[in-house]
């Protein structure tokens, strides 16, 4: 059995070129890996972009955050 291991998660605001339009960007960093952003939508949702083509669309940030978490856990 696998024992669980403190994981370290960082979360960076910055911000990123979107069709000549500057964007702020959460980058969620799992150590210093940078593992995906998170992006606000006009529509008050929220845009995951995570490694390996993971895409996702949220209602929260928190929710965001979980998502991208739990890709990255599944696929490592």
Do not use: R
Request: hydrophobic share 40%.
């Amino acid at each position: 059995m696998k024992k669980n291991k403190p994981v370290e998660v960082t979360v960076n605001e910055t911000v990123k070129t979107v069709s000549g339009e500057e964007v702020a960007v959460q980058e969620v960093l799992i150590g210093k890996k940078v593992i995906g952003e998170i992006e606000a939508q006009a529509n008050s949702k929220f845009k995951v972009t995570g490694f390996d083509n993971f895409y996702a669309m949220t209602k929260s940030l928190d929710d965001a955050l979980e998502e991208l978490i739990k890709h990255w856990n599944l696929n490592n």
